[in-house]
């Protein structure tokens, strides 16, 4: 079938890649004029203007959004008064999936559809292929399911269970998750939970790399405490081979690990890499949907916060211990 | 080569199956009679009596002990005086490192000895093989290699990472992690993590299945605060379908994840389970490696604590917390 | 100065108490006639219709809304229409700051103006006196300062600061924090922080209460790891004895220790309280602001998450471990 | 009574002047002779050479150590062969209380009795006297009573509360809590409240110092979420007037805040202090008993964990988290 992609940035370029790849015909618009020249090359028919864009999708037109989140509703605003009833808009993007609900009921009053997928895969989808996790009503996403079946990974990317038959296209890799906003709200509890991953392997490696603290003096006095047995802590790990050594057998082996083990195959000590660390917004909302509905986060938000702490926001709260330190014990 | 195993619960049987299939020589000693019958069918040796199993073991000898974690000092008191210089004893349980310490020296003094070797991997490692975290001087695990390359998954077990050619047994999935104590302080930080990944997924589970908040009715007082917008929060969510579609191509993919996806096909409910969490020792001392090096551990320990709270250990907190409120505001 | 108050809820009957026995006139206003009856008797005067309320009123009145945060628009919009230019209505309750921003706003196009006031003290601000956080124009809050200074505990409350004279009435607690929503916003950190002092007191006691874990037996097996030192742990603590101890010349006196201690003299069990704890909104709207803002907030967060977990919305997520558990070992 | 006290620190040197004070007598050797001649002129006997030190005290003697909880060991190495069966050693330092239990023991046999004491109060305890919270046997404990009632601040340093009569010294401001290290056990677990009473102060301040991210702008992009609602972020507080405020009527008021009151009014920037923050023993062993104890301490740790980061200690997180995203998103 045939689908519009505005946005042909990494994510939005390499799905159209994978569409192409499964036959079906891609328009597509990007300020880029460089990024729609590569995908013609590949099959892909490009306008520059939004006009024309819409002009060259046959009705009922299929367009998929590829932007960053802040810029959907421009884009939208534009995009609405060219569509016709009947046609379906898709935000593929980070979306917050508050915005999804209303958009959907306003595109409704034009009789456009909406559809939000929230998109898991990064830069290794057009190999991978997609997660997706979608929200909308029920006729539009059954029409797109060609689209998203082309777009995921497929039932040979993972060993089949037994019972997940029954599970339908979940088990290829895409799901109506509900209505307007449920792919959204799920991609982003999908981020909520990749930060603790992330957060759990990062913590567990960086205390590895502190296994070796006995080997150097730490002066006892009335403000440190000795380690008490600095013979227990002196071993100097090969952060490397502990990574690459947990990928096969281990209870905790992850796709997430694997990447990690390549970067410290690359070097050991990740270098190059920023201790700042930052964060997109699907974490952030996680913690505030576990707020309003009242469900414990500890774990989750313990991950979000350790990345605002490496950017520094915690040094004002350090200087408050500090000075109450001074203020009670002359420290 | 030949290998004497004690201890012939579900991970030492196991690891015996095998070690036969490898082609390796099995003596083995149990308690139960039993455990000791099954084994004999596939071509182990089997020794009621200790002197006995000693016996059957050809100098230098390799004992793999594969017993409670609490047990293992007693047997080791046993079985010492009964062995030779040049004599192996492996540890493969849940120690705590320092033990491992002290006990490589305690035999030293004997000339035997002393390697131990964390082992991950459950039920599944049958099939799958062992991941295995190994410590101990270097000449005793060079001699131990044959067996724990019949133990581990191998190189097939996963996609070959570029560079990782350079990092030895690591890419079969064991690894000689340092001196004494070693494997198993890899392996303590392994579950520490494992402890964290799985809360990472299941406080993600717990907020989907709360995402129907808006749904039921909140109270409006002025104690409980209502639901900002409940008309965000009206998802009924099939989590068995979610962790299924997960299982492929998205970021946070795992084999945690498959076995979730795999419990949640069965029952989405999860109703069999207990809302009580156990914990053993790993997780523990993980977070106590990190306070004694000084290392932060934010989602490993809040991991640890979910589970310590499941089991009601806050309840005593949640009564001060009430009594403070009924004091201040008559609540 | 005149003051008419609506709500006459434990905290806004207190107030008005305590603006009467300073000599301003207070014209009240509650569903309950009871409510009104009783502050008659000290000289109120009540109004049993909103318009009758507002007429007892000299222009420009100054109306302060106790009641619930939830039900404060709706009092607004009876009431604006019956005000003047120059009124103004004050918002006492535990509003989301948001909202005043927003109110301030919509009254400002009647000339009305708003003022929002965060106000800490309980049960016990009658004879203590309120801690008063406002928010609102420079010019209204001027005109409320003997309002103000009637509630507010006074200087003498607390030892003087040195330096601490230039800080104004902060020092006899009350301040003028920013434009509208100042206030509530204070107000609402002001209740985070509550929350964690209380988590930890709480925490504490809760720890010293377990001190006696060496006095009972732990299996030692496979899954469960033995208390290693139980001889360190058999301590049966007077809970009551240490809260009254800690509340002279220790780092940690305050006063929710001073309660605290007075609920544990009256039942070192605290048997009759629930292990359930409540919130209100400003704990969880401190979270939602932490991560709007990036600042970290894991000390916060905690104690919110504990209430959360303290309620049983943990379950669930209780039962997704113990089925990985069973998964992955057989447990 | 007499009393000899050992280490002359900023602790050791005000316990005895508030022991000359009370009419007490005093021994006292450091190493320092200028600590010991300050007091001198106030009364006390010194003692340059231990034994002097220990001849000058009459039988059965007390000694109280006021050393770094390192030197413990050694100090009472060098002491007890100069002492005899019935006299009293006090620990008064930071010792982590298994020592205690050890320590006990050892000395009973040779018929000196063994006292711990944990002391709260810093530089202030002069003045405000203090809070001791002892750990030994009952009649030891009772002969050093006259000791306890001249450190502790006494029944007028907090108003009275109805039914703590019945708590005996406890009213004064010390207790008896249990056997050998009851007092440093209940001692470690008010520095883990401590900790988190400051980091709660902590984290709220430094949330209401960025109450302003709404004033600059934040750039939206694929990685970064703008805030949402910058409109609601645009407070410049003045933190110095809200710590002021808080010391009155409100529910958090307390002597920590009364310090950082004190902290923020001289600099509300708090420029000259460090934003890493150092830790003791204590905060430490607090979480390390929770972990044994299997007690939730999420918010307990979290402030401990918050002072490792603020040292920089979880910069390689950091760095993996980086690699991470690198890996699969190329961020």
């Known amino acids: 079938m045939q689908l519009g992609m505005i946005g042909l940035g990494r994510m939005g370029a390499n799905m159209v890649k994978r569409l192409l790849r499964a036959g079906h015909a891609c328009v597509v618009h990007d300020k880029s004029l460089e990024a729609m020249a590569v995908l013609e090359k590949d099959g892909a028919v490009g306008a520059r203007e939004l006009g024309r864009f819409v002009e060259r999708l046959a009705a009922p037109r299929v367009v998929w959004l590829m932007i960053p989140a802040a810029l959907v509703d421009d884009a939208i605003a534009e995009l609405a008064p060219r569509l016709a009833a009947g046609d379906i808009v898709i935000d593929g993007g980070n979306t917050h999936w508050p915005h ?141 081979a502990i990574g690459e050594l947990w990928r096969r057998g281990s209870v905790i082996g992850s796709w997430l690990l694997d990447l990690t083990a390549q970067k410290l195959a690359e070097d050991p000590a990740l270098s190059q890499f920023d201790t700042k660390v930052k964060d997109s917004g699907e974490g952030r909302w996680t913690i505030e949907a576990a707020v309003q509905t009242g469900v414990p986060a500890h774990v989750l938000s313990a991950a979000l916060f350790d990345r605002f702490a490496s950017r520094g926001e915690a040094d004002f709260e350090g200087r408050v211990l500090s000075a109450m330190r001074r203020a009670f014990g002359g420290h």
Chains 1, 2, 3, 4 share one sequence.
Do not use: Q
Request: proline share 5%; hydrophobic share 40%.
């Open 100 to 240: 999804d609900i209303r958009r959907a009921k306003e595109l409704a009053a034009r009789g456009i559809r909406y559809v939000d997928v929230g998109t898991s895969g990064g830069v290794w989808g057009l190999e991978r292929g997609y997660c997706l996790m979608v929200g909308g009503d029920k006729e539009s996403v059954a029409r797109l399911a060609p689209i998203f079946d082309a777009l995921c990974p497929g039932l040979d990317a993972a060993p089949r269970l037994p019972g997940a038959e029954r599970l339908g296209s979940a088990e290829r890799g895409w799901l109506h998750c509900g209505p307007a906003g449920a792919g959204h709200f799920v991609k982003m509890v999908h981020n909520g939970i990749e930060y603790a991953l992330m957060a759990a392997y990062a913590e567990g490696f960086n205390l590895l790399r502190h296994a070796d603290a006995g080997l150097s003096a730490r002066a006892a006095n009335a403000e440190t405490s000795p380690l008490e047995h600095p013979e227990n802590y002196r071993y100097e790990f090969d952060l490397a």
